[in-house]
């Protein structure tokens, strides 16, 4: 079965420095990956997936991922934080056909901004 | 313009009742989910329905039963409500013919069971 795990529970950061959430995947076949965000009492927000292609995918609010094979990785990074990047992130996976229905979730990391 | 809406946001009840969950798309998806998000904020998919169709149903007890009446809404009923199912309930949609298209969330219903 696919799945994801994110290995931090939390990550802090000041504002203004690197942020970066780890995800690592676990799949066979082609990996279809995304980040989603979570912000206080909203549903998910899409941020960014990696189908095929280039390694390092952008995304929504400058947020980006690198993708690698070699590590069976797909972080999220944003060179400089904001404040309102604090929230809680997904990293998940879409099952291979024909349960490609199916998107896992990672159990989140929460992030938080320091000021 | 609201892409997926859930009605209602919150609901407070008491064990033993029946409660429903509404969930509409306006996105033009041809398939629709609910995922539960515990308190630990983990997420777990329900259900799934692609063209008014059950194609994923997890190990979910059968007190939980959805019903899509068409492509644009699936609902969610549950009887018997418990203690346990206290969680955020969240609908999502997305397109299967393009495989590379997210999921869509509403912004869920926060569940209470006393």
């Known amino acids: 079965a696919q799945s994801v795990a994110q290995p931090e529970d939390q990550v802090n950061v000041a504002e203004g420095n690197p942020l970066t959430v780890k995800c690592t995947y676990s799949?066979?076949?082609?990996?279809?990956l995304f980040w989603y965000v979570q912000y206080p009492n909203r549903g998910l927000q899409f941020l960014l997936k990696?189908?095929?292609?280039?390694?390092l995918v952008k995304g929504s609010y400058g947020f980006e991922a690198e993708f690698n094979k070699s590590q069976t990785s797909f972080h999220l990074k944003k060179p400089s934080a904001l404040v309102s990047d604090s929230a809680l992130y997904f990293c998940?996976?879409?099952?291979?056909?024909?349960?490609?229905?199916?998107?896992?979730f990672g159990a989140g990391t929460t992030v938080t901004v320091r000021a | 313009d609201t892409a997926v809406s859930q009605t209602p946001k919150y609901l407070v009840t008491q064990m033993g009742n029946d409660k429903s969950i509404k969930c509409e798309q306006n996105?033009?998806?041809?398939?629709m989910y609910w995922y539960k998000q515990d308190s630990k904020k983990f997420l777990k998919i329900m259900f799934s329905?692609?063209?008014?169709?059950?194609?994923i149903n997890e190990t979910v007890p059968n007190r939980f039963s959805p019903k899509s009446p068409d492509k644009a809404h699936l609902n969610l009923h549950i009887n018997s409500l418990e203690l346990g199912d206290s969680a955020v309930y969240f609908c999502?949609?997305?397109?299967?013919?393009?495989?590379?298209?997210?999921?869509?969330f509403g912004n869920g219903t926060r569940l209470t069971v006393t």
């Open positions: 329905y692609n063209n008014k169709e059950l194609i």
């Open positions: 999502a949609s997305s397109q299967r013919t393009d495989y590379n298209s997210p999921l869509h």
């Open positions: 996105l033009g998806h041809d398939t």
């Open positions: 799949v066979s076949g082609n990996p279809y």
């Open positions: 998940a996976v879409r099952d291979p056909p024909p349960n490609d229905y199916k998107l896992s």
């Open positions: 990696y189908i095929t292609g280039d390694n």
